[in-house]
C-alpha cells in the first residue's frame, strides 16, 4: 500500500508541471479578432485576410468579431475592457488616432489602455465622385469654391480617418464642405451613385471594384506620391495642395496588462502572416502594402497622428464630442 501510494505521489509530481504547461500554453482556445466598422470596408477584409492566415499559423480558430459604430470607438470600448489574455484583441484603424483628437471623452483611453502588437498594413485614400460628374480634383474644388458648404462629401461615419482627410482637404484648399456620415463604405457608394454626395473619400477596397465597373471615377490619391498600386492616380498633392500627404494604416492591439508572452507570441505570428506571400497579395488587390512593424513603433506612429489630426480638428473648427 505504501509503495503504491509513493508511485500515485510521483505520478502526480510528474504529471503536474506538463500539466501547467499545457494550461499555460498560448493559444489553447479560439481567439477572437475585434474590429469596429462595417461589413465589406477595409477593416472588415484586412481583419479576415488576417484570421484566416492566423487560424492556420497559431492551430486554433481566429474568429471576426465586428461591432460596428462610433468610428470605431464601439469595439475600442469592448476590447479595452476584455480580460488581458490574448484572446481578445483588435484590428485598430487610423481613426483610432482620430478618435482620440476628436472625443472630448472617450470609454477608453486610445493609448495607455492598449498594449501595440504590430500594423498591418499601409494605403492612401481615394477621392471619387460619379462617373463623369468631374473631370478632375482641380473642376471640384473650383465648383467648391464657388459655393462654400454646398458640396457633401461622404466618409465612413464621424471621426474615421476618411472624415478628418476630408476635412484637411477643405483646409488645404480654402474652401468648405458639408460632410455627410455613413456606417462604412460600402453606404458612402450607394450615397453618391444616388446623389445624396457629391464624393466620397474612402480606401480602395470601397472605391476601384466600382471604378473599375464604370460607375465612379477616382480623381486622386491622398499619398504625396503617386501609389505604386494606381501609378495613373494623380496626388491631391500635384493638383490641389501641395505636400498633402495622408497615408493611413491598420495594425494589431491587445488590452493593456496583456503578458509579455502573449503579447510576444502575438507579435511573432502576426509577422509570419505577413511575411506570406499569399497574404501579402491579398493585401494589394486591396491597395494596401503590407507593413509590419515592432509594437514600439506603431505606438510612437499612433502618437505622432493624435498630435496631427488634433491640430486638423482645431483648425476646421470641429465641435469635439
Known amino acids: ?15 503536474a508541471p506538463s500539466t501547467a504547461a499545457a494550461q499555460d500554453a498560448y493559444p489553447s482556445r479560439p481567439v477572437s479578432l475585434v474590429h469596429g466598422f462595417a461589413a465589406g470596408g477595409n477593416a472588415d477584409v484586412i481583419s479576415r485576410i488576417m484570421a484566416d492566415q492566423l487560424s492556420k499559423d497559431i492551430g486554433q480558430p481566429v474568429v471576426v468579431d465586428a461591432r460596428p459604430g462610433a468610428g470605431g470607438n464601439i469595439a475600442s470600448a469592448f476590447v479595452a475592457k476584455a480580460p488581458a489574455d490574448g484572446y481578445t484583441i483588435q484590428l485598430l484603424v487610423g481613426g483610432h488616432t482620430v478618435s482620440a483628437a476628436l472625443y472630448k ?3 477608453f483611453d486610445p493609448v495607455k489602455d492598449y498594449t501595440f502588437i504590430s500594423t498591418v498594413a499601409r494605403f492612401p485614400f481615394f477621392i471619387a465622385v460619379k462617373a463623369g460628374a468631374y473631370p478632375s480634383l482641380q473642376a471640384l474644388i473650383a465648383k467648391a469654391k464657388e459655393k462654400p458648404g454646398g458640396l457633401n462629401f461622404g466618409s ?12 484637411l482637404l477643405a483646409q488645404r484648399t480654402g474652401t468648405r464642405f458639408t460632410h455627410i456620415p455613413y456606417q462604412g463604405g460600402s453606404a458612402t457608394v450607394t450615397a453618391l451613385l444616388r446623389g445624396d454626395v457629391d464624393f466620397i473619400v474612402d480606401t480602395g477596397t470601397v472605391i476601384k471594384s466600382q ?20 501609378p495613373d492616380v494623380p496626388t491631391v498633392a500635384e493638383t490641389v495642395a501641395r505636400d498633402f500627404d495622408i497615408i493611413s494604416w491598420t495594425g494589431i492591439g491587445v488590452p493593456s496588462g496583456t503578458p509579455a508572452a502573449v503579447v510576444d507570441k502575438l507579435a511573432t505570428e502576426v509577422k509570419r502572416a505577413l511575411a506570406n506571400a499569399t497574404v501579402q497579395e491579398r493585401l494589394r488587390t486591396l491597395d494596401s502594402e503590407p507593413a509590419p512593424s ?23 473648427g470641429l465641435e469635439k464630442r
Do not use: P
Not at 156 to 167: I, K, M, R, S
Not at 212 to 226: F, M, N, Q, Y
Not at 295 to 311: F, K, P, S, V, Y
Open 1 to 15: 500500500m505504501r509503495l503504491a501510494a509513493g508511485l500515485l505521489f510521483l505520478s502526480v509530481l510528474t504529471l
Open 211 to 230: 471604378a473599375a465597373a464604370g460607375v465612379i471615377d477616382i480623381l486622386a490619391v491622398s499619398s504625396k506620391e503617386r501609389w505604386s498600386l494606381t
Open 156 to 167: 465612413a461615419g464621424v471621426g474615421t480617418t476618411q472624415h478628418l482627410t476630408g476635412e
Open 294 to 316: 515592432s509594437g514600439a513603433e506603431m505606438g510612437e506612429l499612433i502618437t505622432r497622428q493624435i498630435e496631427t489630426w488634433t491640430r486638423v480638428v482645431e483648425q476646421a
Open 105 to 107: 471623452k472617450l470609454q
